[in-house]
């Protein structure tokens, strides 16, 4: 089993299939793209050639109380049904934590459903408790509260750490833009 990472433009097609097929069981009708201006990086779990595992890393620069910050955020983890609960998205997520810092995002930000909290507790991102991402667009919001969602962070730089507070009980602006309203 191996852990493959590349621009999801440049999948090549078998693995753009396999993973728009795992997308599909979990959110049928989905659209398997994302907003190119957000670099997107796809990390798949393969065995042999079947992907068991994906998810995608988002990423912009984001302003919040005044300072910059390059974040990144968790987008469509999903794992095969039949694969579930052998860890093969725990793996993905602390190989997503691990890209992120490698990468230099100062940085991760992102919302899940309240029932998982556990599971990115256990990859190693922090609750923020009383936080709030909104996504969309400015003209067009969408408050993860409104969707009764979690928000989690990874503070990897001295300057997000040393700010790390200004990130609980917040109201983090992401705007995404509207094709991935919450990454």
């Not at 997107?40 to 919040?64: Q, Y």
């Not at 991402?133 to 009764?148: F, K, V």
């Not at 995404?176 to 919450?182: A, E, M, N, S, V």
Request: proline share 4%; net charge negative.
């Amino acid at each position: 089993m191996q852990v493959e990472t590349r621009p999801l433009a440049e999948l090549t097609a078998d693995r753009a299939g396999q993973r728009a097929r795992l997308l599909a069981q979990a959110w049928p009708g989905s659209d398997p793209g994302h907003d190119p201006a957000l670099d997107p990086l796809s990390l798949l779990l393969v065995d042999d050639s079947l992907v068991l595992a994906s998810l995608d890393i988002l990423s912009k620069t984001i302003r919040h109380r005044d300072r910059d910050y390059r974040a990144s955020g968790l987008s469509a983890v999903v794992t095969e049904r039949g694969q579930r609960h052998h860890g093969y998205g725990s793996v993905l997520i602390k190989t997503a934590r691990l890209s992120m810092h490698n990468r230099r995002r100062d940085l991760a930000l992102f919302s899940c459903d309240s029932y998982l909290g556990q599971f990115y507790r256990d990859g190693g991102f922090e609750l923020l408790p009383g936080s709030v991402l909104i996504g969309g667009t400015e003209q067009s919001p969408l408050r993860s509260d409104s969707l009764d969602k979690l928000c989690f962070g990874a503070f990897f730089s001295t300057h997000a750490a040393a700010h790390r507070s200004d990130f609980i009980e917040a109201e983090i602006a992401l705007y995404p833009g509207d094709i991935d309203r919450l990454w």
